[in-house]
């Protein structure tokens, strides 16, 4: 019995390490002093002690903007996607109507286009719609892509709820809208929230329309921060890594605390209420 | 909110039992259209734009002076060697990611269903590539493979093993990248298949099991069955992003060296921004979403066979 | 009773809906604004990637923004884009009729941008009595001044004398010479012997530094009839010189710029070919002290290059007048006094002393003022506006002679007869 667990325990252990050890070399070194950087000499240990020295040095980077604009992004990216989707999901899941197929398959298109392949045109129509250097053009472009991804989830989760529950409050008055937001919504919680740590991630981790679209210095959001340390002169590689590191915590700590909901929220059946 | 643990009946994929309201009237017209306006907006219509743009000669530095070009855009695209490079890039990068992705994912997820001590933990770490985000990876990984000083040819150092070109060499580089992308994806099917699993009747494992069945056969008649419509969404889903995929490669390699990462999304932004020729990225992102379009018509069809071989 | 809480809910609802929708309405129209009114006070916006430099960024700005104080209806804003995509950025953002008011981009980007049409003349009277030095010749396009010299970055040789001397290695003054003293530092040092851009994803950045490598081989890129000629004896030589460096195990292959530039201000590195811009940079708030930073000429035949940025003031500002007020003021005395406390020892538009106490302290500023006597642009004479162009084949030929180990002859073949299919001769 013991035995048949090594191998096991050994399998847990690769994963593991294979997952882990990136963000742990992030924080390694984030904390390491530049001279041992470059001389093949960085700790393997966290230097705990340069905390201070590296919080310092990332207090010259605009981090604090960067992250709030970040998380602006994120949650106009969450709230849009979020709204309409529901709608969206409730007219797939509870009509039968001309064109479903039509409207299946154009939300099952935007996950194949290249955001690339939007960067030109939509340039030019945020410039007739005064939306350039708007971080609510990023927005809008970044619910483009999360919005069918709501979509599916919540249509998929709202397919389990029982059609009766609906009716029966359909028999009191209760209007088309009302049941969505009063019965439906309630009970395929699970689901919203998997959709909206969906949506939140994508709007934090957005990149290419954010460098495309933003020009003013003051409406980046911490990917594009980031993004300039690249390829730019004399920024301490500590600070750079210290400030990645301060971007990937939040998302980490998000991931962690909602990891439960989303398995459960992707499994469509999953409403107990 | 009490969703701690998944009822059996309903796997992601299954097709939902038909209870839904038959017509509406205009009732679901209005519910659909105003995200199908925001798409068309935002998405279709400047999809619509770039694809006539791939037919015309237009360029960066004068973006609305193009003129109608007919397929010529296409034909300078299918007689180079570019475009089948790319291709090869694309699809080789692509299959690789499904299959070491989904793979992994699916190790991953079958080594933690069962509870154990310090589960939540482990499938918190086994998270951080998904978590983390792709300009904050890049930037890891980047001071992870340098070659000089980086850990991992520091690592191989200690046993004696001679410093890996890890994003300069045409052989290594698509490995390189293809590791990075597996450790971001991974985390996301082991996600998703660990509820999948949840779903797989205890009783038909145990039956199995009081059969004699080894862990093995267990897996592959009881499990790998239940699971499959979830492998088979999430593979595709793997395949139709993977497509899509571009931060990682550009910030790593910039589709070098030798253009040996570089995809059709990569070459097509290097048309469209060093080159400058918006028609001829608007050739490229075409053929992309071709190829995106045709994985997903296989998955539809796949689909539909396994419905009917279920209702049969 | 039921009812009207749905109703509520469902009005609830919809307001945030469309709350929402209003508000990206708002502050789209509110953030377009770039500039100010016609006749009320003016903002420029100046672009440029080394605003995002740690160490010269704040410094050049504040040199900038000494001009509002003798302007107070002006006020300059920037736009920072990193270096890596400046040119496709200015790019988009000029062909589709936005961008800056004022560009200050590198001389290949500023010849595209006029031969595109989209720089206006600069007035007369901003170079009025200014003397201008040879900065100035490349700004002129067709006989029109489209530009002012923001700085000169000339290239040389510098090393880190304290390796050099432990390793008791010479001053190299070829090739050879460079990578018997690169491996000496190496093997006594442990440091790394010698940096320098070699990667195709920094395109305009290694284009630029391998013009040293041509020039000081002799290549010319064009022949006495101003014909294109990639595929000569000269440039195969240039390939060749690189490759031997690239294959001597004294580089760390696949570090860019700045990781070599940060090795380099870490004491890590012997010696390396960059230009003043960029040695300041080492010079400055790394282990390696500023005094321990020396510099030679590079270890070639012939004079190499020299990087060269200038301003332009875009078709699409609607503050033209103003954008040549801050011209005129940068060329003025106090403007070039002002730059030039923030430039090290990068030539201006003119000829302004390096301040004699930066002299003093950086051993290695000297050799640079006098390589710039020589020095050459980086693009091609009668191809300034496609040398990007021109230059991507031939440095992908030379990636192919570094990573697969191709022939530089036959490279150099099928970069001809790629640069020949482009026409522009």
């Known amino acids: 019995m013991k035995l048949t667990k090594v191998p096991w325990l050994v399998l847990v252990a690769v994963l593991v390490v294979a997952a882990g050890f990136p963000v742990y070399w992030m924080a390694t070194t984030a904390l390491s002093p530049s001279a041992d950087l470059f001389s093949g000499t960085q700790s393997l240990w966290p230097q705990v002690q340069n905390t201070g020295g590296l919080i310092g040095s990332i207090g010259d980077i605009p981090i604090l903007r960067w992250i709030g604009n970040s998380v602006f992004i994120a949650v106009g990216t969450t709230v849009l996607s979020l709204l309409l989707g529901a ?104 689901s919203i929230a998997a959709a909206a740590v969906i949506a939140f991630f994508a709007g934090w981790n957005e990149f290419l329309f954010a460098s495309t679209f933003l020009s003013d210095q003051s409406k980046w959001p911490i990917s594009v921060g980031l993004a300039s340390f690249i390829g730019q002169y004399d920024t301490p590689l500590a600070s750079v890594m210290g400030s990645a590191l301060v971007f990937s915590v939040p998302a980490v700590v998000f991931f962690l605390l909602v990891q439960r909901k989303i398995v459960s929220g992707l499994t469509a059946g999953a409403v107990k209420g | 909110m009490t969703t701690t643990v998944a009822p059996p009946q309903a796997p992601a994929t299954r097709r939902p ?40 000669n237009t360029r960066l530095l004068n973006p609305t002076g193009g003129r109608f070009v007919g397929l010529e855009n296409y034909v300078r695209l299918f007689t180079g060697d570019a475009l089948i490079h790319s291709l090869w890039v694309t699809v080789s990068y692509t299959a690789g990611t499904v299959v070491f992705g989904v793979g992994i994912g699916l190790v991953a997820a079958l080594a933690i269903t069962r509870p154990f001590r310090g589960r939540a933990v482990v499938r918190g770490v086994l998270l951080f590539g998904w978590a983390v985000p792709n300009v904050a990876a890049s930037l890891i990984w980047l001071w992870m493979f340098n070659e000089n000083s980086g850990i991992l040819n520091r690592v191989l ?156 | 009773m039921t009812t009207r809480r749905h109703a509520l809910r469902t009005f609830g609802a919809v307001a945030l809906g469309t709350g929402v929708l209003g508000t990206v309405g708002a502050c789209g129209s509110g953030s377009d604004a770039s500039g100010g009114t016609a006749d009320g006070p003016v903002t ?154 070699h990667l195709i994803a920094d395109f305009s950045g290694w284009m630029m530094d391998f013009q040293n490598w041509a020039y000081g081989h002799g290549v010319e890129w064009v022949d006495a009839d101003g014909e294109l000629t990639i595929d000569t004896p000269e440039a195969a030589a240039a390939f060749a010189a690189f490759k031997s460096v690239y294959d001597a195990a004294v580089m760390p292959i696949g570090d860019d710029m700045p990781t070599q530039r940060n090795r380099f201000k870490e004491g890590q590195v012997g010696f390396s070919i960059d230009n003043s811009g960029g040695t300041l940079n080492i010079g400055n708030g790394g282990a390696l002290q500023a005094a321990e930073l020396y510099s030679a000429p590079l270890p070639f035949q012939n004079p190499g290059a020299h990087q060269q940025i200038y301003l332009g003031i875009s078709t699409h500002s609607e503050h033209a007048a103003a954008a040549n007020t801050f011209l005129t003021w940068l060329l003025s005395e106090e403007g070039q006094q002002s730059l030039r406390l923030a430039s090290g020892p990068d030539a201006l538009a003119t000829d302004v002393p390096v301040d004699p106490d930066f002299a003093a302290a950086n051993p290695w500023a000297p050799t640079f003022a006098d390589l710039a006597a020589n020095s050459r642009s980086t693009l091609i004479p009668g191809y300034e506006a496609s040398t990007d162009q021109i230059m991507r084949p031939v440095m992908e030929a030379l990636e192919r002679v570094l990573v697969s180990g191709a022939d530089p002859a036959t490279e150099l073949a099928v970069a001809q007869s790629e640069v020949d299919a482009l026409n522009l001769s």
């Open chain 3, 44 to 197: 420029l916006v100046l672009s440029n990637s080394q605003w995002l430099d740690a160490l010269r960024g704040e410094k050049l700005w504040a040199a900038v923004k000494k001009f509002e104080d003798s302007h107070p209806d002006i006020t300059l804003e920037q736009e920072a884009i990193a270096s890596a995509d400046y040119t496709s950025k200015i790019t988009t953002e000029m062909g589709a009729g936005q961008g800056p008011d004022i560009v200050i981009a590198q001389e290949a980007l500023f010849y595209q941008l006029a031969d595109a049409g989209l720089l206006v003349e600069v007035d007369d009277e901003v170079t009025d009595g200014v003397e201008l030095n040879t900065t100035a010749d490349n700004g002129v396009l067709d006989d029109v001044r489209y530009g002012i010299a923001w700085q000169r970055a000339v290239y040389a040789m510098i090393y880190d004398k304290t390796l050099v001397d432990r390793a008791g290695a010479a001053v190299p003054t070829t090739v050879e010479e460079l990578i018997a003293s690169a491996q000496g530092v190496q093997a006594a040092t442990g440091a790394v012997g010698f940096t320098g851009r």
């Open chain 2, 157 to 312: 150092s200690w046993f004696g093993v001679d410093a890996v070109p890890w994003l300069t060499s045409t052989t290594w580089a698509p490995v390189s990248i293809l590791l990075v992308t597996v450790w971001q994806v991974a985390p996301f099917v082991m996600l998703v298949l660990l509820a999948a699993l949840q779903s797989v009747p205890e009783e038909v494992r145990e039956a199995a099991r009081v059969d004699g069945a080894d862990a093995l056969s267990v897996y592959r008649v009881v499990t790998l069955p239940h699971i499959m419509p979830t492998l088979r969404l999430v593979s595709v889903l793997m395949a139709v992003w993977t497509i899509r995929r571009f931060e990682i490669i550009y910030l790593l390699t910039g589709g070098g060296p030798l253009d040996s990462t570089s995809t059709l999304v990569v070459s097509l932004r290097q048309t469209a921004f060093e080159d400058r020729d918006l028609g001829g990225a608007g050739a490229y992102g075409v053929v992309g979403l071709v190829l995106a379009l045709v994985i997903a018509a296989v998955q539809l069809v796949l689909e539909r066979r396994a419905q009917k071989g279920s209702d049969a």
């Open chain 2, 17 to 56: 039992p038909r209870r839904r309201h038959r017509g509406g009237g205009a009732v679901p017209y209005l519910f659909i259209f105003p995200p199908l306006a925001f798409l068309t907006v935002f998405m279709f219509g400047p999809l619509v734009q770039q694809v006539w743009i791939s037919f015309t």
């Open chain 1, 87 to 190: 709608i969206g999901g409730y007219a797939l899941s509870r009509y039968r109507f001309r064109g479903k197929g039509l409207v299946n398959f154009l939300l099952f298109m935007t996950q194949v286009l290249p955001e690339a392949l939007l960067v030109v045109p939509l340039y030019a129509m945020f410039i007739s719609l005064g939306l350039l250097n708007s971080m609510w053009g990023i927005v809008l472009a970044n619910v483009g892509f999360a919005l069918p991804v709501s979509t599916f989830i919540l249509k998929s989760a709202m397919d389990s709820v029982p059609k009766e529950l609906e009716e029966s409050a359909t028999v009191d008055g209760c209007p088309r809208f009302g049941s969505l937001t009063m019965i439906v919504l309630p009970l395929i919680a699970p």
